[in-house]
């Protein structure tokens, strides 16, 4: 009788043991999914994190800020969305990592071909919920992710973190300011460095006015805040025909063709893009657009990545803004929790 007993003891933990291992391999850890996509003849190389379980999932591409951008910045966006059921297709700009062409010759309308690609390539993928794929954006990729939105009915919601209200050169302007009283309060002294920073933009603009903008950095060459005014390029730089393409470009009138769900985001403490400003440029849009699901938020203490001082270290955004981000994007593709 023992025996019996000591048999079936030993059955049942086995079978304890079988069903928590097969439990624990369907919640486990979020699946990855090394990927490549086209547009045209440039190869965007990315990851694709699905969530444990079967899916169909909804899911949600991020969409570079400016400058080299790898996917390797949203690796953590990635990993908590994909735990709380979203699938996240994160990738290398063009011409950083592993994907080929170059960011620095792209206006807005490629970096958006090549978001656009992305987007075909979850509306094609067997774990995906086509219905219900959405664009994050980033800064520049704030721009980027309601361009694309305006463009294709495949892209179901769009997430603006941190993203500019007004002209490119003005935000720039705007941060140029902000840096520089960081080290200066002088009026007059913010005012030379501004009267320098529009001399580098005339030149971007115009191709003239060369000589006048590099006297002007040569005069305040040795000031403590001359360093914010960036590096001293030559005039034969590839960042000038690369800023000439994008400073100009007003992001509002295309919100207005936006008709999907807006998630918009800022960080109260940004020091590269004036918040208030935006905020009122960007609801103003919306607005006159008549789009009336759109939520704002402003996070207090947080900077242009939605980073609070205690996360600094770790390189990580505020954990309320990540919760707020997966309950958003679950309500609107009415996804359970």
Same mark, same amino acid.
């Given at each position: 009788?023992?025996?019996?007993?000591?048999?079936?003891?030993?059955?049942?933990?086995?079978?304890?043991?079988?069903?928590?291992?097969?439990?624990?391999?369907?919640?486990?850890?979020?699946?990855?999914?090394?990927?490549?996509?086209?547009? *045209? !003849?440039?190869? %965007? =190389? @990315?990851?694709?994190? /699905?969530?444990?379980?079967?899916?169909?999932?909804?899911?949600? $591409?991020?969409?570079?800020?400016?400058?080299?951008?790898?996917?390797?910045?949203?690796?953590?966006?990635?990993?908590?969305?994909?735990?709380?059921?979203?699938?996240?297709?994160?990738?290398?700009?063009?011409?950083?990592?592993?994907?080929?062409?170059?960011?620095?010759?792209?206006?807005?309308?490629?970096? *958006? !071909?090549?978001? %656009? =690609? @992305?987007?075909?390539? /979850?509306?094609?993928?067997?774990?995906?919920?086509?219905?219900? $794929?959405?664009?994050?954006?980033?800064?520049?990729?704030?721009?980027?992710?309601?361009?694309?939105?305006?463009?294709?009915?495949?892209?179901?919601?769009?997430?603006?973190?941190?993203?500019?209200?007004?002209?490119?050169?003005?935000?720039?302007?705007?941060?140029?300011?902000?840096?520089?009283?960081?080290?200066?309060?002088?009026?007059?002294?913010?005012?030379?460095? /501004?009267?320098?920073?529009?001399?580098?933009?005339?030149?971007?603009?115009?191709?003239?006015?060369?000589?006048?903008?590099?006297?002007?950095?040569?005069?305040?060459?040795?000031?403590?805040?001359?360093?914010?005014?960036?590096?001293?390029?030559?005039?034969?730089?590839?960042?000038?025909?690369?800023?000439?393409?994008?400073?100009?470009?007003?992001?509002?009138?295309?919100?207005?063709?936006?008709?999907?769900?807006?998630?918009?985001?800022?960080?109260?403490?940004?020091?590269?893009?004036?918040?208030?400003?935006?905020?009122?440029?960007?609801?103003?849009?919306?607005?006159?657009?008549?789009?009336?699901?759109?939520?704002?938020?402003?996070?207090?203490?947080?900077?242009?990545?939605?980073?609070?001082?205690?996360?600094?270290?770790?390189?990580?955004?505020?954990?309320?803004?990540?919760?707020?981000?997966?309950?958003?994007?679950?309500?609107?593709?009415?996804?359970?929790?």
């Amino acid at each position: 009788m023992r025996t019996g007993r000591k048999i079936a003891f030993i059955a049942l933990a086995i079978i304890l043991i079988a069903s928590a291992i097969v439990l624990a391999r369907w919640m486990g850890a979020p699946r990855q999914e090394e990927v490549r996509f086209q547009n *045209a !003849d440039v190869t %965007l =190389a @990315g990851t694709l994190y /699905l969530p444990p379980g079967t899916g169909p999932y909804p899911a949600v $591409i991020f969409i570079h800020g400016s400058g080299d951008d790898s996917r390797e910045n949203y690796r953590y966006y990635a990993v908590v969305l994909t735990k709380k059921g979203i699938a996240v297709l994160i990738y290398d700009k063009r011409g950083v990592g592993a994907s080929n062409g170059s960011w620095k010759s792209s206006p807005f309308s490629v970096l *958006a !071909d090549d978001a %656009l =690609a @992305g987007i075909n390539f /979850l509306k094609n993928h067997p774990a995906i919920d086509a219905k219900h $794929i959405g664009a994050w954006g980033g800064s520049e990729g704030g721009v980027v992710a309601p361009w694309i939105a305006s463009l294709s009915s495949d892209v179901a919601f769009v997430i603006m973190q941190s993203a500019p209200g007004m002209t490119f050169a003005q935000q720039n302007l705007y941060q140029n300011e902000r840096q520089i009283r960081t080290i200066t309060q002088s009026e007059e002294e913010v005012a030379q460095a /501004l009267m320098v920073v529009k001399l580098q933009q005339n030149y971007a603009r115009t191709g003239t006015g060369w000589q006048a903008y590099a006297d002007a950095r040569q005069a305040v060459r040795e000031k403590a805040w001359a360093s914010a005014l960036g590096d001293f390029l030559p005039p034969d730089h590839w960042w000038w025909r690369w800023y000439r393409t994008k400073m100009d470009y007003d992001p509002i009138p295309m919100l207005e063709n936006v008709r999907v769900p807006v998630l918009a985001v800022w960080g109260e403490n940004d020091l590269i893009v004036p918040v208030s400003e935006s905020r009122i440029a960007v609801e103003q849009a919306f607005t006159r657009s008549g789009n009336r699901d759109v939520t704002y938020h402003v996070f207090a203490g947080a900077d242009h990545s939605i980073q609070t001082e205690s996360w600094l270290h770790g390189r990580r955004p505020d954990p309320a803004h990540l919760d707020i981000l997966a309950e958003w994007i679950l309500r609107h593709t009415k996804t359970p929790r």
